[in-house]
């Protein structure tokens, strides 16, 4: 099902951390923080607009929910809780951390009618955390997902790829644990570094080698792949394209059609395990899936035909957006697994 969000931004307010990859007022653009009238605004405005907000939820992202003064946290889902329900929003949605999740937080959260709690893992390898001064553990993510599945709550995770100290190792680990999880959906950001943060003093040094770009796509080819046989929502792969990031970037994996870059690796390693010898084929894909099919800028394409294979690409809309179709085979590429081109050297660490 579509997910759509109203999202109201609370930025660094009362947040107690300063993580180093972290400038929340680069990323969501605001310094400015947002009051009841504002929320409630914010509401009408798209109640008004929006043709299907029993399927909406009222979406507070940009910073630590649970972690900012109890009166602010409350006089925004006070606000928010008016727009729930009657043919109104489906419901809350509130991104926070795995440390500041606890019984009482989440019986508020009840009361005010949030659905589903995002937290920020960002990794589960207790030495990334740690080196990206995240102020948690891996134990803390188990702890905090475990008490909001009790509580009925919709549970998201969000990770980054590529912090400091960070390997294909460890990313694969953290996905696996993410998986192990069960979340509803994941949210995967490469990292950016900004300007401005801990991260581009640690890059600028030196001391933060960053992974090559592509295998950062490869990664996510795989994580993508993971989540989706675990049948986890991925709602967002990829910063999204803003000036005021591109603005500010000192190095990193921004690239404003991440997703894309991502999914045509995916459906080329489909392709590819499925041509065998041919040097001519017809695939067959779904038309919402065309573009990547045929490769960011038609990267796929140009590869089938540098290794002398001709290509014919048709539209088929029988076919999932997943599927395609080469000699009346039809092949799901996401769930081809272990052919994304990434070596993993287990011991790594
Ligand atoms: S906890 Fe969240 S808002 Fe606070 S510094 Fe870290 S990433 Fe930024």
Redesign the pocket.
Known sequence: MKHNNISIFVT?VG?P???A??D?HKITGSSDIPHCDDVKRICSQALSQIDDPEKTEIAFF???FT?VPKEYMLELLEAASGFIGDGKFKGIRIST?PDYIDEQVLDILKQYGVTSIEL?AQSLCDEVLSANE?GHSEQDVIDACRLINQYGFELGLQMMVGLYKSSIDRELYTAQRITELAPKTVRIYPVVVLEGTKLAELYRSGVYELLPFNTVVELCAVMLKKFYCAGINVIKLGLHASELVEKNIVAGYYHPAFNELVQSTIFFDGINSSIKDQKEITLFVNSRSLSVAAGHKKSNMKKLEEAGVKCIICTDDSLSRQEIKINGEIINVFKITGNSGIQVVSGQD
């Open positions: 660094h947040c951390h300063m993580c990859f972290c929340q940009g910073g630590s972690a951390r920020g995240r």
